[in-house]
């Protein structure tokens, strides 16, 4: 059930919060080998359910009241461990709530958990957890994406009514798409990133996974938002107007640019635009340019400020100290607390940040951002969102793909939006031949969340 349906049946005597939160909690329990939760708030979420039904039994309900959230182990909520999937954090306790969190919670939401992740959030299949992988719930064979499979899996196999994810490069639209989910990464400044910890502070955004798209816009009502406490907080947005269908005009990508995609997702991808046209919509294939340079810019961008932003993890301030008998802690600590896959992040950015090959790498990067940016403004001049899939296959088996550089690949479709900071939307869309879930992606210009939510609704509504 949806929260919006629930909260329905609360209000008319059916059911209680506390009778959701224990099916929950009983779901959690039985699909524990899915090893989607680092950390179940059991009997607090079971006390605030109880604080949620008096509030409704007193006619005082908040807009939220009731609504389950799981949460990536990358944001605070105080009271709960926050580890980054990271050996490196393990036994941290956070001191201050995310903005979302405090937001979701003065709303009447209540947190059941912290959900496992890609360490750092950096990786494509959930995989790199230092805690064990988390397996996907229509497949537990295979992976549910990442970084944030333990949010996509908590809301597809039916632990909780929403999730907060994190998204740098795709890691919500990816996870969604492999789960079947809808998954959102809002315009970069709409939703506060207090309370995150950071990966590539250019890109990251907190964003949402859900099963109907009336969940996630009450949530994203709730969370989004200025926040003094984020220097990239937006002030003042004005949401663009929703287009309604018989005005709309879509962009989309040549089917011929398609590169690497399984053939499924070829054909559902025909589908998801006949099915756009089926709404009265008009849409275009547009050839995007610079596409050729999404993946080097994000993972030049990405691991340039990762291997800055995680500079902090020393061994002396926070988290992990290990014993050094040469004296040099940093070392000790960075090797015992990071995984393999953070190591090569760290390492790669370092290199194209280093002295003589800044100008070669991270400069040239931040110049094709700025073609890639301009290159989506010049489509939104014409059309009012922008068609693509959101990953090249389905879901892929645990351990199927070794190679580092083939798993980035994976992020084709997704790290364009964080690089130019549109709106971005996973729907899920059919099956492939194995039954596996297959997911599509809407952009949006800048401040278009609404309105690519919206088109996504009148496409479910058919
Ligand atoms: N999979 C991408 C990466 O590994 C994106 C991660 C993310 O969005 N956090 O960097």
Redesign the pocket.
Same mark, same amino acid.
């Given at each position: 059930m949806s929260y919006t349906e629930d909260r329905s049946t609360i209000i008319a005597g059916g059911s209680t919060v506390r009778s959701t939160v224990e099916t929950f909690l009983t779901s959690i329990e039985e699909q524990s080998s899915l090893h989607a939760f680092l950390h179940v708030n059991t009997d607090g979420v079971r006390c605030d359910s109880d604080a949620s039904d008096e509030r409704f039994a007193a006619g005082l309900a908040r807009p939220l009241e009731g609504l389950v959230v799981a949460v990536k182990d990358n944001i605070s909520v105080t009271g709960q461990p926050l580890t980054c999937a990271s050996r490196m954090l393990e036994g941290f306790g956070p001191l201050y709530n995310a903005t979302v969190i405090e937001r979701l919670m003065d709303a009447g939401a209540l947190v059941i958990g912290k959900t496992n992740m890609?360490e750092f959030?950096?990786?494509?299949s959930n995989e790199t957890s230092a805690f064990g992988i988390v397996r996907n719930s229509v497949d537990p064979s295979r992976v549910p994406g990442? =970084?944030?499979g333990g949010s996509a899996v908590a809301v597809s196999g039916g632990m909780c009514h929403v999730s907060l994810g =994190?998204? @740098?490069?795709?890691?919500?639209r990816?996870p969604a798409a492999f789960t079947g989910t809808y998954g959102l990464k809002p315009t970069y400044g709409r939703i506060s990133r207090y309370g995150l910890v950071a990966?590539?502070s250019s890109?990251?955004q907190i964003g949402i996974f859900s099963r109907t798209l009336p969940d996630m816009q009450a949530t994203f009502d709730i969370i989004a938002g200025y926040d003094q406490m984020d220097a990239t907080s937006v002030k003042n947005v004005s949401p663009l107007p929703s287009v309604s269908a018989d005005q709309l005009r879509i962009a989309a990508l040549p089917v011929a640019e398609l590169k690497g995609c399984d053939p499924d997702i070829i054909a559902a991808y025909a589908g998801y635009l006949d099915a756009l046209r089926a709404t009265g919509a008009v849409v275009e294939e547009v050839s995007l340019p610079y596409s050729e340079l999404w993946i080097p810019t994000?993972?030049i961008l990405?691991t340039a400020e990762a291997s800055s932003n995680l500079a902090r993890f020393d061994g002396v301030r926070y988290g992990l100290r290990a014993e050094a008998e040469d004296g040099d802690i940093t070392t000790a600590s960075r090797s015992d607390g990071f995984g393999p896959?953070v190591q090569r992040?760290i390492m790669l950015g370092t290199f194209v940040l280093s002295a003589g090959y800044g100008e070669a790498y991270y400069t040239k990067a931040q110049q094709a951002r700025r073609l890639i940016s301009d290159a989506y403004a010049k489509i939104f001049e014409s059309y009012h969102a922008f068609a693509l899939p959101t990953t090249p296959t389905t879901a892929f088996g645990i351990g199927d793909v070794k190679d580092p550089v083939q798993?980035?690949l =994976?992020?084709y479709f @997704?790290?364009s939006a964080?690089i130019a900071g549109i709106p971005a939307l996973s729907v899920p869309f059919g099956t492939d031949s194995k039954g596996l879930p297959i997911g599509m992606q809407l952009q949006g210009p800048m401040f278009g969340d609404e309105r690519i939510m919206d088109i996504a609704a009148t496409l479910a509504s058919r």
């Open positions: 890609d959030a950096m990786g494509s990442g =970084s944030s =994190s998204d @740098t490069g795709g890691s919500i990816q990966f590539a890109l990251d994000y993972f990405a896959e992040r798993m980035w =994976s992020d @997704t790290v964080n």
